[in-house]
């Protein structure tokens, strides 16, 4: 509709007040107790969406109203000019009042109309973020809890089969263990027993034979014993080495007892006698001196026949003689000593008869060696064990703090002569 020339429009501002009640902003319900918080955030949500909404339709009737006026103050300009601005101005000052408001620029209106809406966005965004935490947070645990229940009643399933197996393992190991250390006992015992027999025996030495007797204190019980026994003899052949200091006399290097004889065979050299040798207590003197602290390596041999007996010291045949206990056989089955003259068999020794000193290498023959062996036995240059009484470690026995040690090599013990 045109309107008639000559007319103008009066452009009155409106209070914020007056302007804010064309738009109100509906009621937010209150949020009942008995709700619960995710119903309350979801009410809230849906009733900042329909303000949201609201505010738009309004933004856009404002907007319709905004380009409606500034068309109609266009042609208020554009008719009366400059001067009709002035007019429009004093009108609009004068018609009303305006309580000192000055009308409002369009461009900060809707500036601020879209920082209002990015508000609501916000807000909005904001609420749905934590109506989502809210829900989630109220959903999952009862899942979560769940699920950690399975969860763990598999790990406890695999814990208890893990225990099983280990409580096996356990039971296999000690049984497993038992039986080791039972065949660990059994062996050690064995091994034992091996080094019990091998200090008696050959193997506590460099070879069986490399050892000597060793009789420091004159005493009637440190001696040494022969394991074996003689047969009957009609001849025979003792030799060993021995080394002696002791004064008056060396004693009693070795000495035979039988029952019924206590004197079966013997030698020995007593207080400021020379050495003798008696069989079947019968006497003999011999040419041998052996009491400067000297290895030396005696040989004395015997025959029933006629009694005859020879005397070697070192090799060499020093004397000789007969008619000593002639026609009478060795009697078998009696005890031999080392370092104590018996006067019962096995027994009833004489600390003033035992010999002091270090004795090695003592053999038994049941012939006459040949002088030729007995050179070659004392020069280290042949080896003859005994074939009735050989010297071997196992076959010796200590007592009454007697003891065994290695010996000098023959050819030490020779350089000692």
Not at 35 to 47: C, D, F, G, H, S
Not at 82 to 90: H, I
Not at 209 to 217: A, I, Y
Not at 220 to 247: D, M, Q
Request: charged residues 25%; proline residues 6%; negative net charge.
């Amino acid at each position: 509709q045109e309107n008639p020339p000559g007319s103008r429009f009066v452009c009155t501002s409106l209070p914020l007040e007056a302007a804010g009640a064309g738009c109100p902003l509906p009621p937010v319900p209150m949020q009942g107790g008995a709700l619960p918080p995710e119903e309350e955030l979801k009410a809230t949500v849906l009733q900042l969406r329909e303000t949201v909404l609201q505010q738009k339709e309004t933004i856009g009737t404002q907007r319709e109203a905004i380009r409606e006026l500034t068309g109609k103050l266009s042609r208020c300009e554009g008719a009366d000019g400059k001067s009709a601005t002035g007019t429009w101005k004093k009108e609009l000052v004068k018609g009303k009042d305006t309580m000192g408001d000055l009308p409002r620029d369009p461009a900060q209106v809707i500036e601020q109309l879209s920082r209002t809406i990015q508000t609501l966005k916000d807000r909005l965004e904001s609420l749905e973020h934590q109506l989502r935490a809210n829900v989630s947070y109220a959903a999952l645990p009862s899942d979560l809890r769940e699920m950690l229940q399975r969860r763990l009643g598999d790990l406890e399933r695999q814990l208890l089969s893990k225990v099983a197996e280990l409580e096996d393992e356990k039971s296999l190991l000690h049984n497993e263990t038992s039986a080791h250390r039972q065949k660990t006992e059994t062996a050690l015992n064995a091994l034992l027993e091996r080094v019990s027999e091998l200090e008696k025996g050959n193997s506590a030495f460099k070879s069986p034979d490399e050892f000597k007797v060793s009789l420091p204190l004159r005493t009637n019980y440190l001696y040494g014993k022969i394991k074996k026994t003689l047969p009957e003899l009609y001849a025979f052949t003792v030799c060993l080495w021995l080394r002696s200091s002791a004064s008056p006399g060396i004693g009693t290097p070795f000495s035979y007892a039988v029952p019924g004889q206590a004197n079966e065979i013997v030698l020995i050299e007593w207080g400021n006698n020379p050495i003798e040798l008696l069989i079947n207590d019968k006497v003999a003197q011999l040419p041998l001196f052996v009491s400067d602290g000297k290895w030396h390596h005696i040989c004395i041999t015997w025959t029933t026949r006629d009694g005859m007996w020879e005397a070697f010291q070192d090799g060499e045949k020093l004397g000789t003689g007969e008619n000593l206990a002639p026609w009478h056989p060795i009697k078998p089955g009696g005890v031999l000593i080392l370092g104590q003259e018996q006067d019962t068999v096995g027994g009833r020794f004489d600390a003033t008869q035992a010999f002091v000193g270090e004795m090695s290498q003592f053999n038994i023959w049941d012939r006459v060696l040949k002088a030729e062996d007995i050179m070659n036995i004392a020069n280290c240059s042949t080896n003859m064990p005994g074939n009735i009484i050989p010297w071997v470690d196992n076959n010796v026995d200590v007592f009454g703090g007697a003891t065994k040690w290695p010996v000098e090599t023959c050819e030490e013990r020779l350089l000692d002569l």
